[in-house]
T-cell receptor, first 110, second 113 residues
Framework: DTAVSQTPKYLVTQMGNDKSIKCEQN?????MYWYKQDSKKFLKIMFS???????INETVPNRFSPKSPDKAHLNLHINSLELGDSAVYFC?????????FGPGTRLTVT | AQSVTQLDSQVPVFEEAPVELRCNYS??????LFWYVQYPNQGLQLLLK??????LVKGINGFEAEFNKSQTSFHLRKPSVHISDTAEYFC???????????FGKGTRLHILP
């Protein structure tokens, strides 16, 4: 069973489009995250939700909007995509101090 | 606030040789420390963690790390590497009771035949 899953795995789209990435965890964790990994492999936290409530919101353009319909899901919606949004986006969940990561979604904006 | 420095962006090492990947952290409070591994085109997998207790932590795949509070270091070691250890390794830190993890910039371990 996959602990943290993300869909889609690959996403290719044009500038200006709106897209969503979905994340689900079956670990029963209370906290979920979105990270962005750029082309240099640098990982940066974007958002964190605890039990459907936003607790971390790093300096991210407001074109990015996370939504947590329940504590097992944290989706990421991106409006008006830009070239600089191209990256790998990782979802993670945690309980007890360390995080489990999903396989990542490679977003390419052309 | 916490920060993590991984001193080497790339480490080449011959197969079956030992390896050490260096990590230093900065924090004004007590921390948890982690090493994650990212194999090519995959997500991050927890290799090992230090939460409390023994400063020598053993992880998966024969890796271990030692927490050194006085030197604020958490270096990762393996006595004999295999070609399958080729990956990006990330050191990470979080304050106690804080869900936010700060990652280092990663060290690429390149195994030479």
């Amino acid at each position: 069973d996959t602990a943290v899953s993300q869909t889609p795995k690959y996403l290719v789209t044009q500038m200006g489009n709106d897209k969503s990435i979905k994340c689900e965890q079956n670990l029963g964790h209370d906290t979920m995250y979105w990270y962005k990994q750029d082309s240099k492999k640098f990982l940066k936290i974007m958002f964190s939700y605890n039990n459907k409530e936003l607790i971390i919101n790093e300096t991210v353009p407001n074109r990015f909007s996370p939504k947590s319909p329940d504590k097992a899901h944290l989706n990421l919606h991106i409006n008006s995509l830009e070239l600089g949004d191209s990256a790998v986006y990782f979802c993670a969940s945690s309980q007890g101090g360390y995080q489990y990561f999903g396989p990542g979604t490679r977003l390419t904006v052309t | 606030a916490q920060s993590v420095t991984q001193l080497d962006s790339q480490v080449p090492v011959f197969e079956e040789a030992p390896v050490e990947l260096r990590c230093n952290y900065s924090s004004s409070v007590s921390v948890y420390l982690f090493w994650y591994v990212q194999y090519p085109n995959q997500g991050l997998q927890l290799l090992l963690k230090y939460l409390s207790g023994s400063t020598l932590v053993k992880g998966i795949n024969g890796f271990e790390a030692e927490f050194n509070k006085s030197q604020t270091s958490f270096h990762l070691r393996k006595p004999s590497v295999h070609i399958s250890d080729t990956a990006e390794y990330f050191c990470a830190v979080s304050a106690l009771r804080d869900d936010k993890i700060i990652f280092g910039k990663g060290t690429r371990l390149h195994i030479l035949p």
